[in-house]
Structure formats: structure tokens, C-alpha cells
């Protein structure tokens, strides 16, 4: 539980500091760097959690 909160709080972080400094006049190259590895790596965490479509199909299979 406390894993996925952290996965979406990643996710917000990321994207609100990549979103401010993109806004910025004199845009900070490395800030901007910064919010999208830290909201690519949410999303990746986020990503690792759901199960590929054919690990469904083995689980369904499983069962008959």
C-alpha cells in the first residue's frame, strides 16, 4: 500500500517540477532533467505492478 502511494507521489513530483521549469523564462535544463527521470520513474515502478496479458492468460488457463 505504501508502495503505490510513493509510485503516485513520484509521479506528481516529477511532472510538477518538470512543468515549473519548462514555464520558466530562463529555463533550467537540469531541473527539467531532473522531473522526468524522477516521473519516468514512477511511472516505471507504477508499470512493474500491473501484469503483462500473458501472465493473465497463463492464470486462466490454470484453472480448466
Known amino acids: ?14 511532472a510538477a ?4 521549469a519548462n514555464a520558466d523564462e530562463t529555463q533550467n535544463q537540469y531541473v527539467l532533467i531532473a522531473g522526468i527521470v524522477v516521473l519516468m520513474l ?4 507504477v508499470s512493474r ?12 488457463n490454470d484453472e480448466l
Do not use: C, F, H, W
Open 1 to 14: 500500500m505504501g508502495s503505490t502511494i510513493l509510485n503516485y507521489v513520484l509521479i506528481v513530483i516529477g
Open 17 to 20: 517540477v518538470a512543468l515549473y
Open 49 to 60: 505492478t500491473i501484469p503483462g496479458k500473458d501472465e493473465e492468460q497463463d492464470d486462466s
Open 42 to 45: 514512477g511511472v516505471y515502478r
